[in-house]
């Protein structure tokens, strides 16, 4: 029985003046999957990632999330939804630079006003402890290591426990360490129940998914179900995904 | 390089149009000032001497020749005399002017006017006291006006008496009727000329007597005080302006480099050096002060030629010629402006050479230095919003920096504009050194003086009287004018010592002080019109009211009889009744408000109209300027914002946040200005007024002006931010994350 449909994207088309990048993409989301977007550069990865989270409008076609469509929110509902239900990972990190490791945590949970202001702190404290950044809690963004600015950000996207979480090639700037450090904690929240929706071009990072969907041209390519990850079975899995990969043409 | 001009400086085409746009106003109304304020010097100057204008005026009441006595003395070339009356008279609106009526004007050349016809100083048209003809009486006969001419002897509306100029045969009619003040001026060509105007007559036995003696420089610094004045007020508005644009260039070169830093660094690992980029800054942000100065230079022409008339005007006359464009002026403001140009982009690009080729690869971003306040997000009780807005300002500190100290300029300017006007209204009398009594009267004694103000008491209260004995002595060959107040006057500003309490006590200005190098409890030898040999010490210095007064104060020659009384009246409707009832014979009533009401008006209404302009040029440009920095910190924030919006803040939070920041850094622009008006405003206010020739304003600005000042600039610069704010909305997630 395939999950529920979290998020479920109807004719998205995205133009960019007269060039056109996605072209009526229909695809479902499900809960709890790990869904992995891969294709060549300039294919629109990013931008269907951008154009399914809100963090961009689509020319045309629909985002329905709940029923309702993503794409016709008001700015105080868009940014409900931005606090409340989803977290975004980024390549460059994006954190606020002049503030601290805990503030930048605390940040979106104070946003969002569902708990106390302690009960935030001490959530962000937890995350941060959880992955490793303990000693960095109060220190500037500035510096932290990239593999840990990426922790800090992940611990960011988590402190409101959102339904989803977005990563755009959140190890594209990491070297091989810190970049399974940030998988690991990915496939962790999958595992709880999370559902991510990463876009990458790393074979590494695509090993972690259950669900890779192959875009070519602005347009959805190929739609595969992997079986969850499973870090005993690496090199099975390895050769099934790298082996449809190459049927797609990557 | 073009390119390189390009890619950089493409992105900033805003900035380089308001570059350019403050560099013309201000370049334009400084070139224009100083052309107008010199060919007001310069024009003035060839108007002396081509209607060969004396070096000294000697004017005495009364009519014996004194032409005689004059050529005896060593250091005159020749003297011409004019004999002439004194009058009060009254125009059509029933204002009193002071005129001095002969029928010669020096050498200027004017048609002998007719019969019972006078031609006036100029002065009187401008200011609308008089047009041809018009009708006035003196005693019983009346005259029409004929005609109008530029005097350039008495015609500054500084002076007390303007001259009319007559028919032999009128003056005649004029002076024998009774009662009538004969007077007469004498105009001296000296052999060398001082500057102390006394002491260009130092062997004139009866300068002791004369009424008043004006030299050439008296003169003509009376006809360009007034421009003066208005020309240094503009000026100061000018180098603020200026001021603003350094601001904004390097605002703008921050910013942009801020922005570009990518961009540089690509061009670094491309092999372009730090001068390469340095010089594509410069010449792109020197090529928009050029056009400023080009298009200003041009336009000077035609508005250094109004604002010459205008000030022609200020000084009574009217027959300007034209001015052309000072080529030295135009090469002099381009280079100070140029060389100040180029220290400040050569300071603002030195980020450039901190760009590392490495920053190409890391998306530009610059390493931001975390925020070292105490403001913890996490500790803070306050709203979220205000500790994140507070912690955002002190981030970009350097962009609010600017906003605060452009706001602080922008209100410490108004509030000197305003404090200038305030000064002018209702205290021109103080600053050109007139009198501020209802009316003088002029009496032979003491008994004749006791009779007319009980006779004046009679027909209105008299509110206060005293008297103002003026004689002269003869100090280190100096005629020095003493007066003996009944009360010394409270304008009078004691610099040091105290007020003359003995007999032998005098208190001198603080200009005769300098003159004549004498010092506090120095004990000096004079002669005063009494004694031929008096010792006086020297009790104290005052501060003269305007700088042309070399003047005394003393208890002397208590023996002669009073002659000059002020009178102030408890209700002034009645003046023109007792001008017209008690000024004849022996008594003459000298109405000192209505005779100078019409300088002060002008005074005021010229500063009124400057400071005005100025205001509304500070309110548009203060305006430009926070919607510049508003947009330009919104343009290199956009990122931060974006970020911000995916953490899932609302564009009204977003843009209340900015307001925030906005309103801290007016809040402390706003307290600056305040602070500077308070420590430094006055001081160079009277810095300001003394280079204008005067050196007194004591004069604090209403609250309420104040308040107006300040709620006017933080309304306009509220709207606006609250206006550029709105581009927060437009910012899309994905085209910065």
């Known amino acids: 029985m395939p999950n529920n449909s979290i998020i479920t994207v109807q004719q998205l088309s995205k133009h960019y003046d007269n060039h056109k990048i996605l072209e009526n993409v229909d695809i479902d989301i499900f809960e709890s999957d790990f869904t992995v977007i891969m294709g060549p550069s300039g294919a629109g990865k990013s931008t269907l990632l951008q154009n399914i989270s809100t963090m961009d409008k689509p020319t045309n076609g629909k985002v329905l999330f709940n029923q309702q469509d993503l794409t016709q929110f008001t700015d105080k509902k868009l940014s409900q939804f931005r606090k409340k239900e989803i977290g975004f990972i980024f390549q460059s990190f994006n954190l606020i630079d002049h503030l601290s490791v805990l503030e930048n945590v605390c940040l979106p949970g104070f946003l969002l006003h569902s708990k106390s202001k302690q009960q935030v702190v001490k959530r962000a404290r937890q995350l941060l402890t959880s992955l490793r950044l303990s000693d960095q809690i109060d220190q500037a963004i500035t510096h932290l290591s990239g593999g840990q600015k990426q922790r800090v950000a992940i611990a960011r996207s988590l402190i409101n426990q959102p339904k989803l979480l977005f990563a755009d090639e959140p190890t594209g700037a990491l070297d091989s360490t810190a970049g399974t450090e940030v998988l690991d904690s990915l496939t962790l929240n999958n595992q709880n129940g999370q559902t991510i929706v990463m876009v990458t071009h790393d074979l590494k990072a695509a090993l972690r998914a259950d669900r890779i969907l192959f875009i070519k041209d602005g347009k959805i390519f190929g739609d595969r179900k992997f079986s969850p990850y499973d870090f005993d079975q690496i090199e099975t899995r390895r050769i099934e995904i790298t082996s449809w990969l190459e049927e797609m043409g990557w | 390089m073009r390119k390189i001009i390009k890619s950089l400086i493409l992105g900033q085409k805003t900035f380089m149009i308001t570059i350019a746009l403050l560099t013309f106003l201000s370049a334009l109304t400084s070139m224009t000032i100083i052309t107008a304020y010199r060919a007001n010097i310069s024009q003035y100057q060839s108007a002396y001497r081509r209607d060969k204008l004396p070096d000294v005026i000697v004017k005495v009441d009364n009519d014996h020749d004194i032409t005689a006595s004059l050529k005896k003395l060593t250091n005159v070339k020749s003297v011409v005399s004019n004999a002439g009356i004194v009058s009060q008279v009254m125009n059509k609106n029933n204002e009193n002017v002071a005129l001095f009526i002969s029928n010669k004007s020096t050498n200027i050349h004017l048609k002998t006017p007719d019969k019972h016809k006078i031609i006036l100083s100029s002065y009187l048209k401008s200011n609308g006291a008089f047009k041809v003809g018009d009708i006035f009486y003196i005693g019983q006969q009346q005259l029409t006006v004929q005609g109008f001419y530029d005097d350039y002897l008495l015609g500054s509306p500084l002076f007390k008496y303007k001259q009319g100029i007559v028919s032999q045969e009128t003056l005649q009619t004029l002076q024998q009727q009774k009662g009538q003040q004969k007077s007469q001026l004498a105009y001296v060509n000296v052999l060398k000329m001082t500057r102390n105007s006394n002491a260009v007559l130092s062997d004139y036995q009866d300068r002791l007597q004369t009424d008043i003696i004006y030299n050439k420089i008296y003169i003509q610094k009376a006809y360009t005080m007034l421009p003066t004045i208005v020309a240094l007020v503009i000026i100061l508005a000018a180098t603020f302006l200026f001021g603003i644009c350094l601001f904004v260039m390097r605002f703008a070169l921050l910013s942009g480099i801020e922005k570009d830093r990518q961009k540089i660094a690509t061009f670094k690992t491309l092999g372009i050096t730090n001068q390469q980029v340095n010089l594509a800054y410069v010449l792109s942000y020197l090529g928009s002060n050029l056009v400023g100065l080009v298009a200003a230079t041009l336009v000077s022409f035609w508005t250094s030629n109004l604002?010459?008339?205008?000030?022609?005007?200020?000084?009574?006359?009217?027959?300007?010629?034209?001015?052309?464009?000072?080529?030295?002026?135009?090469?002099?403001?381009?280079?100070?402006?140029?060389?100040?140009?180029?220290?400040?982009?050569?300071?603002?690009?030195?980020?450039?050479?901190?760009?590392?080729?490495?920053?190409?690869?890391?998306?530009?971003?610059?390493?931001?230095?975390?925020?070292?306040?105490?403001?913890?997000?996490?500790?803070?009780?306050?709203?979220?919003?205000?500790?994140?807005?507070?912690?955002?300002?002190?981030?970009?500190?350097?962009?609010?920096?600017?906003?605060?100290?452009?706001?602080?300029?922008?209100?410490?300017?108004?509030?000197?504009?305003?404090?200038?006007?305030?000064?002018?209204?209702?205290?021109?009398?103080?600053?050109?050194?007139?009198?501020?009594?209802?009316?003088?009267?002029?009496?032979?004694?003491?008994?004749?003086?006791?009779?007319?103000?009980?006779?004046?008491?009679?027909?209105?209260?008299?509110?206060?009287?005293?008297?103002?004995?003026?004689?002269?002595?003869?100090?280190?060959?100096?005629?020095?004018?003493?007066?003996?107040?009944?009360?010394?006057?409270?304008?009078?500003?004691?610099?040091?010592?105290?007020?003359?309490?003995?007999?032998?006590?005098?208190?001198?200005?603080?200009?005769?002080?300098?003159?004549?190098?004498?010092?506090?409890?120095?004990?000096?030898?004079?002669?005063?019109?009494?004694?031929?040999?008096?010792?006086?010490?020297?009790?104290?210095?005052?501060?003269?009211?305007?700088?042309?007064?070399?003047?005394?104060?003393?208890?002397?020659?208590?023996?002669?009889?009073?002659?000059?009384?002020?009178?102030?009246?408890?209700?002034?409707?009645?003046?023109?009744?007792?001008?017209?009832?008690?000024?004849?014979?022996?008594?003459?009533?000298?109405?000192?408000?209505?005779?100078?009401?019409?300088?002060?008006?002008?005074?005021?209404?010229?500063?009124?109209?400057?400071?005005?302009?100025?205001?509304?040029?500070?309110?548009?440009?203060?305006?430009?300027?926070?919607?510049?920095?508003?947009?330009?910190?919104?343009?290199?924030?956009?990122?931060?914002?974006?970020?911000?919006?995916?953490?899932?803040?609302?564009?009204?939070?977003?843009?209340?946040?900015?307001?925030?920041?906005?309103?801290?850094?007016?809040?402390?622009?706003?307290?600056?200005?305040?602070?500077?008006?308070?420590?430094?405003?006055?001081?160079?206010?009277?810095?300001?007024?003394?280079?204008?020739?005067?050196?007194?304003?004591?004069?604090?600005?209403?609250?309420?002006?104040?308040?107006?000042?300040?709620?006017?600039?933080?309304?306009?610069?509220?709207?606006?931010?609250?206006?550029?704010?709105?581009?927060?909305?437009?910012?899309?997630?994905?085209?910065?994350?």
Request: charged share 15%; hydrophobic share 45%.
């Open chain 2, 307 to 737: 604002v010459f008339r205008f000030f022609w005007q200020l000084n009574g006359l009217t027959r300007a010629q034209h001015v052309s464009i000072n080529i030295a002026i135009v090469l002099v403001i381009s280079m100070i402006m140029m060389g100040f140009s180029i220290a400040i982009i050569l300071l603002s690009l030195k980020p450039i050479k901190s760009i590392s080729p490495t920053a190409a690869f890391h998306g530009g971003q610059s390493k931001s230095v975390p925020s070292r306040s105490h403001l913890s997000l996490t500790k803070s009780s306050m709203p979220l919003q205000i500790v994140l807005a507070f912690k955002d300002y002190r981030q970009k500190i350097g962009h609010y920096m600017t906003f605060t100290l452009v706001i602080s300029l922008f209100v410490f300017l108004s509030l000197m504009i305003m404090t200038l006007n305030q000064g002018f209204k209702g205290k021109t009398n103080d600053l050109l050194g007139l009198p501020t009594v209802d009316l003088m009267m002029r009496t032979p004694n003491n008994s004749v003086r006791n009779e007319a103000l009980k006779n004046i008491g009679t027909v209105t209260p008299i509110k206060s009287s005293g008297y103002n004995q003026e004689t002269k002595i003869l100090l280190k060959d100096e005629a020095v004018p003493v007066h003996r107040y009944s009360q010394i006057p409270h304008e009078i500003k004691l610099l040091a010592g105290h007020q003359p309490k003995q007999p032998n006590d005098l208190l001198i200005s603080n200009s005769l002080m300098k003159t004549l190098h004498l010092s506090i409890g120095q004990t000096v030898r004079v002669k005063t019109a009494t004694v031929n040999n008096k010792q006086l010490t020297i009790v104290g210095t005052y501060q003269t009211i305007n700088n042309l007064g070399k003047e005394a104060y003393g208890l002397i020659d208590t023996s002669l009889p009073i002659t000059s009384t002020y009178i102030n009246l408890k209700n002034t409707t009645n003046k023109d009744k007792l001008l017209n009832r008690f000024s004849h014979g022996n008594v003459q009533l000298i109405d000192t408000s209505a005779s100078t009401q019409n300088l002060t008006t002008s005074v005021q209404r010229a500063v009124e109209v400057l400071a005005n302009v100025i205001l509304l040029l500070t309110f548009i440009v203060s305006g430009l300027f926070v919607y510049l920095v508003s947009y330009l910190t919104i343009e290199t924030e956009k990122r931060q914002l974006a970020l911000k919006k995916m953490l899932g803040f609302t564009n009204k939070e977003l843009r209340t946040q900015y307001l925030l920041r906005a309103g801290f850094a007016l809040t402390l622009g706003i307290v600056l200005s305040l602070m500077l008006n308070k420590f430094i405003g006055s001081t160079s206010l009277n810095n300001l007024v003394s280079l204008g020739g005067l050196t007194k304003l004591n004069v604090q600005l209403p609250l309420s002006y104040n308040l107006f000042i300040i709620a006017l600039l933080i309304f306009e610069s509220s709207l606006i931010v609250l206006i550029a704010s709105r581009r927060i909305t437009k910012i899309k997630i994905g085209d910065f994350l």
